[in-house]
Protein backbone atom coordinates (compact mmCIF):
# COMPACT_ATOMS: atom_id res chain seq x y z
CA UNK A 1 0.00 0.00 0.00
CA UNK A 2 1.10 3.33 -0.29
CA UNK A 3 -0.40 6.70 0.85
CA UNK A 4 -3.21 6.15 -1.82
CA UNK A 5 -4.42 3.12 0.26
CA UNK A 6 -2.50 2.91 3.85
CA UNK A 7 -4.26 5.67 5.25
CA UNK A 8 -7.34 4.74 3.73
CA UNK A 9 -7.79 1.35 6.07
CA UNK A 10 -5.94 3.06 8.91
CA UNK A 11 -8.39 6.03 9.10
CA UNK A 12 -11.26 2.98 8.64
CA UNK A 13 -9.72 0.84 11.94
CA UNK A 14 -9.27 4.41 13.90
CA UNK A 15 -13.22 5.07 13.47
CA UNK A 16 -14.17 1.30 14.70
CA UNK A 17 -11.91 1.91 17.51
CA UNK A 18 -13.86 5.32 18.04
CA UNK A 19 -16.87 3.63 18.71
CA UNK A 20 -15.26 1.34 21.28
CA UNK A 21 -13.45 4.25 22.91
CA UNK A 22 -14.57 4.63 27.23
CA UNK A 23 -12.59 7.16 27.57
CA UNK A 24 -12.24 11.31 26.47
CA UNK A 25 -8.35 11.26 25.94
CA UNK A 26 -9.18 7.50 23.57
CA UNK A 27 -11.54 9.13 21.57
CA UNK A 28 -9.55 12.13 21.05
CA UNK A 29 -6.73 10.28 20.17
CA UNK A 30 -8.26 8.09 17.46
CA UNK A 31 -10.40 11.74 16.20
CA UNK A 32 -6.36 13.09 15.70
CA UNK A 33 -5.98 9.99 14.04
CA UNK A 34 -8.46 9.81 11.55
CA UNK A 35 -7.31 13.95 10.73
CA UNK A 36 -4.13 12.31 10.25
CA UNK A 37 -4.80 9.58 7.97
CA UNK A 38 -7.09 12.56 6.13
CA UNK A 39 -4.06 14.54 5.68
CA UNK A 40 -2.07 11.98 4.19
CA UNK A 41 -4.30 11.09 1.84
CA UNK A 42 -4.91 14.57 0.62
CA UNK A 43 -1.31 14.05 -0.03
CA UNK A 44 -1.32 11.32 -1.81
CA UNK A 45 -3.17 13.52 -4.66
CA UNK A 46 -5.63 10.52 -5.44
CA UNK A 47 -8.95 12.10 -6.30
CA UNK A 48 -10.90 8.69 -5.40
CA UNK A 49 -8.84 8.77 -2.23
CA UNK A 50 -9.99 11.98 -1.04
CA UNK A 51 -13.96 11.30 -2.25
CA UNK A 52 -13.38 8.07 -0.10
CA UNK A 53 -12.50 9.83 2.72
CA UNK A 54 -15.42 11.90 2.87
CA UNK A 55 -18.22 9.43 2.08
CA UNK A 56 -16.39 7.02 4.73
CA UNK A 57 -17.94 9.06 8.30
CA UNK A 58 -21.26 8.75 6.65
CA UNK A 59 -20.83 4.75 6.57
CA UNK A 60 -19.33 4.83 10.46
CA UNK A 61 -22.69 7.08 11.40
CA UNK A 62 -25.21 5.10 9.53
CA UNK A 63 -23.72 1.67 11.12
CA UNK A 64 -23.97 3.54 14.41
CA UNK A 65 -27.52 4.71 13.84
CA UNK A 66 -26.69 8.62 14.26
CA UNK A 67 -28.96 9.97 12.01
CA UNK A 68 -29.15 13.72 13.29
CA UNK A 69 -25.29 13.35 12.55
CA UNK A 70 -25.72 12.08 8.67
CA UNK A 71 -28.16 15.27 8.37
CA UNK A 72 -25.80 17.13 9.50
CA UNK A 73 -22.68 15.19 7.41
CA UNK A 74 -24.99 15.48 3.90
CA UNK A 75 -25.46 18.97 4.40
CA UNK A 76 -21.84 20.31 5.72
CA UNK A 77 -20.41 17.94 2.33
CA UNK A 78 -23.22 20.14 0.64
CA UNK A 79 -21.96 23.06 1.57
CA UNK A 80 -18.28 22.49 1.06
CA UNK A 81 -18.76 21.65 -2.64
CA UNK A 82 -20.76 24.72 -3.20
CA UNK A 83 -18.18 27.18 -1.98
CA UNK A 84 -15.52 24.73 -3.50
CA UNK A 85 -17.34 24.92 -6.92
CA UNK A 86 -18.45 29.06 -6.73
CA UNK A 87 -14.63 30.12 -5.62
CA UNK A 88 -12.50 27.07 -7.12
CA UNK A 89 -9.80 29.59 -6.67
CA UNK A 90 -9.53 29.29 -3.13
CA UNK A 91 -7.96 25.67 -3.82
CA UNK A 92 -4.56 27.06 -6.02
CA UNK A 93 -2.38 28.20 -2.86
CA UNK A 94 -2.66 24.48 -1.08
CA UNK A 95 0.13 22.14 -2.26
CA UNK A 96 0.51 20.41 -5.65
CA UNK A 97 -0.83 17.20 -4.39
CA UNK A 98 -3.61 18.67 -2.18
CA UNK A 99 -4.72 20.52 -5.20
CA UNK A 100 -4.76 17.29 -7.23
CA UNK A 101 -6.54 15.25 -5.01
CA UNK A 102 -9.70 18.08 -3.55
CA UNK A 103 -10.34 18.37 -7.46
CA UNK A 104 -12.69 15.60 -7.84
CA UNK A 105 -15.37 18.08 -6.36
CA UNK A 106 -15.08 21.11 -8.73
CA UNK A 107 -17.02 20.30 -11.56
CA UNK A 108 -15.72 21.47 -15.23
CA UNK A 109 -12.38 21.70 -15.83
CA UNK A 110 -11.32 25.33 -13.95
CA UNK A 111 -7.94 25.36 -12.21
CA UNK A 112 -4.49 24.77 -13.42
CA UNK A 113 -4.35 21.55 -12.18
CA UNK A 114 -7.09 20.46 -13.57
CA UNK A 115 -5.43 21.17 -16.98
CA UNK A 116 -2.46 19.59 -15.92
CA UNK A 117 -4.48 16.17 -15.35
CA UNK A 118 -5.52 15.60 -19.09
CA UNK A 119 -3.07 13.10 -19.38
CA UNK A 120 -4.13 11.25 -16.56
CA UNK A 121 -7.63 11.55 -17.85
CA UNK A 122 -7.07 10.61 -21.20
CA UNK A 123 -5.17 7.51 -19.80
CA UNK A 124 -8.14 5.76 -18.00
CA UNK A 125 -10.13 6.57 -20.86
CA UNK A 126 -8.26 5.14 -23.56
CA UNK A 127 -7.96 2.01 -20.70
CA UNK A 128 -11.69 2.00 -20.29
CA UNK A 129 -12.43 2.01 -24.09
CA UNK A 130 -10.07 -0.46 -24.68
CA UNK A 131 -11.09 -2.97 -21.74
CA UNK A 132 -14.93 -2.71 -22.99
CA UNK A 133 -13.67 -3.39 -26.84
CA UNK A 134 -11.78 -7.05 -25.24
CA UNK A 135 -14.60 -7.94 -22.96
CA UNK A 136 -17.58 -7.30 -26.05
CA UNK A 137 -15.08 -9.40 -28.51
CA UNK A 138 -17.23 -11.71 -28.94
CA UNK A 139 -19.85 -14.31 -27.06
CA UNK A 140 -16.57 -16.42 -25.66
CA UNK A 141 -14.66 -13.18 -24.07
CA UNK A 142 -18.18 -11.58 -23.06
CA UNK A 143 -18.59 -15.21 -20.91
CA UNK A 144 -15.22 -16.39 -20.04
CA UNK A 145 -13.10 -13.06 -20.26
CA UNK A 146 -9.61 -12.17 -22.31
CA UNK A 147 -6.54 -14.28 -21.01
CA UNK A 148 -3.31 -11.62 -19.30
CA UNK A 149 -0.10 -11.37 -20.95
CA UNK A 150 3.07 -11.70 -20.11
CA UNK A 151 4.35 -7.55 -18.74
CA UNK A 152 6.61 -6.30 -20.98
CA UNK A 153 9.45 -4.24 -19.57
CA UNK A 154 9.82 -1.78 -22.25
CA UNK A 155 7.06 -0.28 -20.67
CA UNK A 156 9.42 1.88 -18.56
CA UNK A 157 11.47 2.58 -22.35
CA UNK A 158 11.20 6.26 -22.39
CA UNK A 159 11.02 5.62 -26.61
CA UNK A 160 7.67 3.76 -25.98
CA UNK A 161 4.81 5.70 -27.04
CA UNK A 162 1.21 6.49 -24.90
CA UNK A 163 -0.45 3.97 -27.21
CA UNK A 164 1.96 1.30 -26.68
CA UNK A 165 2.14 1.67 -22.85
CA UNK A 166 -1.82 1.52 -23.25
CA UNK A 167 -1.52 -1.52 -25.07
CA UNK A 168 0.72 -3.29 -22.18
CA UNK A 169 -1.39 -2.42 -19.31
CA UNK A 170 -4.28 -4.06 -21.00
CA UNK A 171 -2.68 -6.56 -21.62
CA UNK A 172 -1.92 -7.47 -17.76
CA UNK A 173 -4.97 -6.29 -16.76
CA UNK A 174 -3.88 -2.90 -15.01
CA UNK A 175 -7.33 -1.35 -16.30
CA UNK A 176 -7.83 0.87 -13.03
CA UNK A 177 -11.32 0.23 -12.83
CA UNK A 178 -12.28 -2.77 -10.52
CA UNK A 179 -15.72 -3.74 -12.84
CA UNK A 180 -13.58 -3.60 -16.07
CA UNK A 181 -10.33 -5.68 -14.84
CA UNK A 182 -13.35 -8.03 -13.37
CA UNK A 183 -15.48 -8.00 -16.86
CA UNK A 184 -12.91 -8.39 -18.83
CA UNK A 185 -10.05 -10.80 -17.60
CA UNK A 186 -12.70 -12.91 -15.93
CA UNK A 187 -16.03 -11.67 -18.01
CA UNK A 188 -19.52 -12.73 -16.59
CA UNK A 189 -18.76 -15.90 -14.80
CA UNK A 190 -15.67 -14.19 -12.35
CA UNK A 191 -18.52 -11.14 -11.99
CA UNK A 192 -20.79 -13.45 -11.07
CA UNK A 193 -18.41 -15.50 -8.62
CA UNK A 194 -17.11 -12.22 -7.12
CA UNK A 195 -20.34 -11.26 -6.35
CA UNK A 196 -21.69 -14.80 -4.54
CA UNK A 197 -18.14 -14.58 -2.72
CA UNK A 198 -18.77 -11.28 -1.47
CA UNK A 199 -22.76 -12.06 -0.64
CA UNK A 200 -21.41 -15.62 1.55
CA UNK A 201 -19.38 -14.12 3.41
CA UNK A 202 -20.78 -10.74 3.97
CA UNK A 203 -24.44 -11.44 4.87
CA UNK A 204 -24.30 -12.90 8.13
CA UNK A 205 -21.29 -9.87 9.42
CA UNK A 206 -23.38 -7.51 7.72
CA UNK A 207 -26.59 -8.08 9.36
CA UNK A 208 -25.07 -8.41 12.55
CA UNK A 209 -23.09 -5.28 12.16
CA UNK A 210 -26.40 -3.36 11.69
CA UNK A 211 -28.66 -5.41 14.62
CA UNK A 212 -25.97 -4.71 17.03
CA UNK A 213 -23.49 -2.03 15.91
CA UNK A 214 -20.10 -1.95 17.23
CA UNK A 215 -20.05 -3.18 20.60
CA UNK A 216 -16.83 -5.51 20.79
CA UNK A 217 -13.76 -6.41 18.46
CA UNK A 218 -15.72 -9.17 16.24
CA UNK A 219 -18.14 -6.21 15.25
CA UNK A 220 -15.01 -3.77 14.58
CA UNK A 221 -13.62 -6.33 12.12
CA UNK A 222 -17.48 -6.59 10.33
CA UNK A 223 -17.03 -2.90 10.62
CA UNK A 224 -13.54 -2.73 8.73
CA UNK A 225 -15.25 -5.54 6.32
CA UNK A 226 -17.92 -3.18 5.23
CA UNK A 227 -16.54 -0.20 5.09
CA UNK A 228 -13.79 -1.78 2.36
CA UNK A 229 -16.23 -3.88 0.45
CA UNK A 230 -19.09 -0.77 0.68
CA UNK A 231 -16.92 2.27 -0.65
CA UNK A 232 -15.16 -0.28 -2.95
CA UNK A 233 -18.76 -1.02 -4.51
CA UNK A 234 -19.45 2.81 -4.99
CA UNK A 235 -16.28 3.70 -6.71
CA UNK A 236 -16.41 0.13 -8.84
CA UNK A 237 -17.06 1.75 -11.61
CA UNK A 238 -14.14 4.55 -11.57
CA UNK A 239 -11.08 3.02 -9.53
CA UNK A 240 -9.37 -0.02 -8.21
CA UNK A 241 -8.41 -3.63 -9.89
CA UNK A 242 -8.95 -6.75 -8.70
CA UNK A 243 -10.75 -6.88 -4.95
CA UNK A 244 -8.08 -8.90 -3.31
CA UNK A 245 -7.91 -6.67 0.23
CA UNK A 246 -11.59 -6.69 -0.09
CA UNK A 247 -11.86 -10.39 0.02
CA UNK A 248 -9.39 -10.72 2.33
CA UNK A 249 -11.90 -8.54 5.33
CA UNK A 250 -14.69 -10.19 4.13
CA UNK A 251 -13.35 -13.38 4.95
CA UNK A 252 -11.58 -12.53 7.56
CA UNK A 253 -15.25 -11.25 8.97
CA UNK A 254 -16.68 -14.58 8.10
CA UNK A 255 -14.26 -16.30 10.28
CA UNK A 256 -14.75 -14.12 13.07
CA UNK A 257 -18.55 -14.74 13.09
CA UNK A 258 -18.21 -18.29 13.03
CA UNK A 259 -16.16 -18.44 15.57
CA UNK A 260 -18.79 -15.92 18.01
CA UNK A 261 -21.37 -18.77 16.97
CA UNK A 262 -19.70 -21.31 18.16
CA UNK A 263 -18.16 -19.37 21.47
CA UNK A 264 -22.56 -18.81 21.60
CA UNK A 265 -23.31 -22.02 21.56
CA UNK A 266 -20.82 -23.30 23.85
CA UNK A 267 -21.50 -20.95 26.20
CA UNK A 268 -25.15 -22.26 25.95
CA UNK A 269 -26.87 -24.56 28.55
CA UNK A 270 -26.57 -27.99 27.73
CA UNK A 271 -30.49 -29.57 26.56
CA UNK A 272 -31.82 -32.25 29.00
CA UNK A 273 -32.17 -36.11 27.24
CA UNK A 274 -34.47 -38.19 27.90
CA UNK A 275 -33.31 -40.73 30.48
CA UNK A 276 -33.22 -44.89 28.62
CA UNK A 277 -34.14 -47.78 29.20
CA UNK A 278 -31.79 -51.45 29.26
CA UNK A 279 -32.93 -51.22 25.69
CA UNK A 280 -31.77 -47.81 24.39
CA UNK A 281 -35.40 -46.76 24.80
CA UNK A 282 -37.15 -44.26 26.37
CA UNK A 283 -39.06 -45.21 29.85
CA UNK A 284 -42.59 -45.46 29.57
CA UNK A 285 -44.34 -43.83 32.35
CA UNK A 286 -46.20 -46.77 34.16
CA UNK A 287 -49.74 -45.15 34.98
CA UNK A 288 -52.21 -47.21 37.37
CA UNK A 289 -55.67 -47.74 36.64
Given at each position: ???????????????????????????????????????????????????????????????????????????????????????P???????????????????????????????????H??L????????????????????????????????????????????????????????????????????????????????????????DT?????????????????????????????????????A??????????????????????????????????
Open positions: MDLRGAPLTLMIIAFACLSRSRSILMSLLHLIVIVACGYLMLIGGSRVSAAMGAILPLIWMLVNRKYLLIAIGVASLASALALVNLNRMLEPLPRPVQRALSIFVLGERLDIQAEQRGSNLWAEFKSGLERWTKNAGTIIFGNRIYPFDVAFYSPAMDFYYRLKVAADTARYERSLWTILTTTGLVGGVLFALAFWRLMREPTRHLFRHGIVASMVYFVAFAQVALWLVFIAVSGSFPGTQLMWAGLAYTWQDQQRAIAQAAPPVAQPKLGNRGRPRALMVGR
